[in-house]
Nanobody, 123 residues
């Protein structure tokens, strides 16, 4: 499966952005897509994930209530709606996929990665 992320940009604190992750070559609904982010000088951290078959979602505590992950079956695309953005949300955001349904939040568990898209939140 090939993943392509898009939608980053610059916004002031309190604003919103929406990221997209287009998945091509996916042949099974037993698939999990996650968003990770990496700020300068920090390790890549889990943000949110969605199970493709059931659309069950899971969030990191730091974004719960502000971010929403969803998927569009017809477009084979996963979205990350980010509201009430904070300067600490500034990072490169990556979408990642794995060929199973599992609650994994570690980057090493994911075998497909899109390129990063930069989100910058100014105070």
């Amino acid at each position: 499966v090939q993943l392509q992320a898009s939608g980053g940009g610059s916004v002031q604190a309190g604003g919103y952005l929406s990221l997209s992750c287009a998945a091509s070559g996916r042949t099974s609904s037993s698939y999990t897509v996650a968003w990770f982010r990496q700020a300068p000088g920090k390790e890549r951290e889990f943000v949110a994930l969605i199970f493709w078959d059931s659309a069950i979602t899971y969030y990191a505590d730091s974004v719960k209530g502000r971010f929403t992950i969803s998927r569009d079956n017809a477009k084979d695309t996963v979205f990350l709606q980010m509201n009430s953005l904070k300067p600490e949300d500034t990072a490169l955001y990556y979408c990642a996929g794995q060929n199973t349904i599992a609650l994994h939040t570690t980057a090493a568990d994911f075998n497909s990665w899109g390129q990063g898209t930069l989100v910058t939140v100014s105070s």
